[in-house]
């Protein structure tokens, strides 16, 4: 089994190099994250690819590095059939299979737009014939977290291996990503063990039914850093309406923008004051925008001004979703080691 980090999660050099370190190979969606891998000491041979709308001339110059590309779609297989004849591909397979924390996040089933759909397999083998292609390898990913069930990822790759008994040249399958993680205190942490021991299991029975050894690989990136980062703000104002009490912070959907986004729940503390009598209060941004909203109706220690209060699980897709909007700087990130 190998292991890819989905570095689009958390690009930070440091992050990259020290998962790296770790035994992950790095799983890239554009070129300049391919760049962060290398100078984080990460070798071609290590590092995927996983294009969707990507140029001919983008996926040109990543075959040419010599970076393992997941083709999205039957231009692309065109494209790269053109230009390499007779070398080996893997292709995106989009088989009805998604899910995710909001449907910004799902990545598979009917309303996704990535990959090529099953039906369409007859074409992908007549474009590999047309150009001496051999589909070595096949990819699936079906949602960006958001799964804390074995058997919802575990019908995804049900539903690809069995895809996969079409292609007689395999030599890797990747399963995607988005394992979950427990962002709020209602969600169970998902039983990594008891995924492992029945994707050994499938590993072993497709192996048999096969006739030979196919690599096998997941992709997670949240699942690795969204719980080793916290982004800290200070509490700016206080204001209170006969409905609600708003708690403004310096921070906001330029720093962090999934509560905005994807209506994602991020647990708050207030490390100044964790003991203070706890209030329902509605913690805001300070961005121009109405929406620009942490936390809404959230019972917390109440907050004085100048107070810390610790987001936590902002390390995948935080800093590096961060924008300068308003003109306003992004925060520094640090890493602790």
């Known amino acids: 089994m190998r292991l890819y980090y989905a570095c689009k999660a958390n690009t930070n ?8 370190k ?22 071609v041979s290590r590092i995927s690819y996983t294009c969707a709308a990507a140029n001919e001339k983008e996926l040109i110059s990543i075959v040419q590095q010599g970076v393992g590309v997941h083709l999205d779609s039957l231009s692309q297989v065109e494209a790269i059939g053109r230009r390499f004849p007779g070398r080996d591909i893997s292709v995106r397979l989009a088989h009805g299979v998604g899910v995710g924390h909001h449907a910004h996040v799902v990545t598979g089933g009917p309303e996704s737009k990535f990959g090529i759909h099953v039906t369409h397999i007859p074409q ?28 919802v ?25 988005g394992f ?29 039914e096969y006739g030979r050894v196919v690599e096998m690989s997941f992709e997670p990136g949240r699942y690795l850093v969204a719980e080793g980062g916290i982004l800290l703000v200070s509490v700016t104002d206080i204001k209170r309406n006969p409905r609600k009490t708003f708690v403004d912070v310096d921070s906001g959907m330029g720093h962090l923008v999934r509560p905005i986004m994807y ?8 490390v100044t004051h964790p003991r203070h009598r706890k209030e329902r209060v509605t913690v805001a941004g300070l ?51």
């Open 180 to 208: 979950g993680i427990p962002y709020s205190p209602a969600e169970k942490r998902l039983p990594i063990n008891e995924l492992g021991r029945k994707m050994r299991a499938r590993a072993k029975k497709f192996t048999r």
């Open 263 to 270: 209506d994602s729940y991020h647990e708050i503390e207030n």
């Open 22 to 43: 770790m035994g992950f190979d790095i799983e890239t969606t554009s070129p300049g994250e391919i760049a962060v891998a290398r100078k984080a000491g990460v070798s």
């Open 13 to 20: 050099p440091e992050i990259v190099r020290l998962i790296a």
């Open 124 to 151: 992908l083998k007549k474009l590999a014939l047309k150009y001496d292609l051999r589909i070595t390898g096949l990819h699936q990913h079906i949602g960006s977290g958001g799964i804390f069930k074995p058997s």
């Open 153 to 177: 990822l575990l019908e995804a790759v049900d539903s690809l291996l069995e895809i996969a008994t079409q292609f007689p040249h395999l030599e890797h399958v990747d399963f995607g990503g």
């Open 287 to 337: 961005y121009c925008e109405s929406g620009d909203v942490l936390a809404k109706n959230r019972l917390l220690p109440m907050p004085e001004l100048g107070d810390i209060l610790a987001i936590k699980n902002a390390g995948a897709y935080g800093y590096v979703m961060s924008s300068e909007y308003n003109l306003r700087p992004k925060p520094k990130e640090i890493v602790l080691h």
